[in-house]
T-cell receptor, first 113, second 115 residues
Framework: GENVEQHPSTLSVQEGDSAVIKCTYS??????FPWYKQELGKRPQLIID?????GEKKDQRIAVTLNKTAKHFSLHITETQPEDSAVYFCAASSPTGYSTLTFGKGTMLLVSP | DTAVSQTPKYLVTQMGNDKSIKCEQN?????MYWYKQDSKKFLKIMFS???????INETVPNRFSPKSPDKAHLNLHINSLELGDSAVYFC??????????????FGQGTRLTVV
């Protein structure tokens, strides 16, 4: 089945800096790559996603890039703010896996004022 | 008008007890899931149901039994609870449209504590 590796496990930045979280996946059939943000005590919520026919997608301060050949994708957050502090999860979904999301182990992002 | 709702939000129980967690979605999705989030925050798929049929059953003790009375509901029953079952359990739903995958919506989670 699919295996998703996520790095780093923790990331501390100063407010205004950029943050980058990287993931790799194993199933070349995977075609959907969402990113979820989970604040303390809350449910995971989708912040951005990308499909395998696209190389990059942006939404205000966040962007995701996908390299299908290398089977890795990354989340980029620019001009970080304290409210960006949370755990971020990458995930991959493959039609061969019934489209179920396989998650990375999460990155705890801490943005210091 | 919560999209995916699960109850209870907190559950404290003694070892050996049997408990259930209920989940309902009003999004019209055809696929529902149970994920377990351990103390290290890892989200691991337990079960996946599509149109009331089990399609994924990961390596989960058979003390865990999901039940889907209809495609809007997926309940999780746990027998003979053990200390290691303590975790946050998330229900989620999505619409399968192979070969295209879609966003999964999560419930608010049930924090299970076994004492």
């Amino acid at each position: 089945g699919e295996n998703v590796e996520q790095h780093p496990s923790t990331l501390s930045v100063q407010e205004g800096d950029s943050a980058v979280i990287k993931c790799t996946y194993s199933d070349s059939a995977s075609n959907y790559f969402p990113w979820y943000k989970q604040e303390l005590g809350k449910r995971p919520q989708l912040i951005i996603d990308i499909r395998s026919n696209v190389g990059e997608k942006k939404d205000q301060r966040i962007a995701v890039t996908l390299n299908k050949t290398a089977k890795h994708f990354s989340l980029h957050i620019t001009e970080t703010q304290p409210e960006d502090s949370a755990v971020y999860f990458c995930a991959a979904s493959s039609p061969t896996g019934y489209s179920t999301l396989t998650f990375g182990k999460g990155t705890m992002l801490l943005v210091s004022p | 008008d919560t999209a995916v709702s699960q109850t209870p939000k907190y559950l404290v129980t003694q070892m050996g007890n049997d408990k259930s967690i209920k989940c309902e979605q009003n999004l019209g999705h055809d696929t529902m899931y149970w994920y377990k989030q351990d103390s290290k925050k890892f989200l691991k798929i337990m079960f996946s149901y599509n149109n009331k049929e089990l399609i994924i059953n990961e390596t989960v003790p058979n003390r865990f039994s999901p039940k889907s009375p209809d495609k809007a509901h997926l309940n999780l029953h746990i027998n003979s609870l053990e200390l290691g079952d303590s975790a946050v359990y998330f229900c989620a739903s999505s619409q399968r449209a192979p070969p295209v995958s879609t966003e999964a919506f999560f419930g608010q989670g049930t924090r299970l504590t076994v004492v």
